[in-house]
């Protein structure tokens, strides 16, 4: 299903809460969800949806198709930006683990 969102959208209602796009987001957008849906399911949280780069990752190992894509994927500069981010600051702080 497409959406004229500029980033991938994730559906609560259909999303069973599998967690496999926890592992699979370079952008760790996904986290578990607290509130279960209407079939009693806790499906995952798209935070910072603005960050997606449109990357499909978890478009393709959703079992549960929750996932909608954009009509037109775009190159997500903000979201590559944050990405990197995100990475530099894992690297420079693990030695505090």
Known sequence: MS???QHVYLDQARCRGCQLCL???PNELFKP???PNADAFFPVEMQHPEYCINCMR????????A?????QPTLNI???VFGFSLKLHR???QDDR
């Open 33 to 35: 969800g607290l509130e």
């Open 58 to 65: 978890c478009v393709q190992i959703c079992p549960d198709s």
């Open 23 to 25: 592992g699979i987001c």
């Open 67 to 71: 996932l909608d894509v954009p009509e």
């Open 3 to 5: 959406t004229s969102a």
């Open 78 to 80: 903000e979201g590559y």
């Open 91 to 93: 690297l420079l702080n």
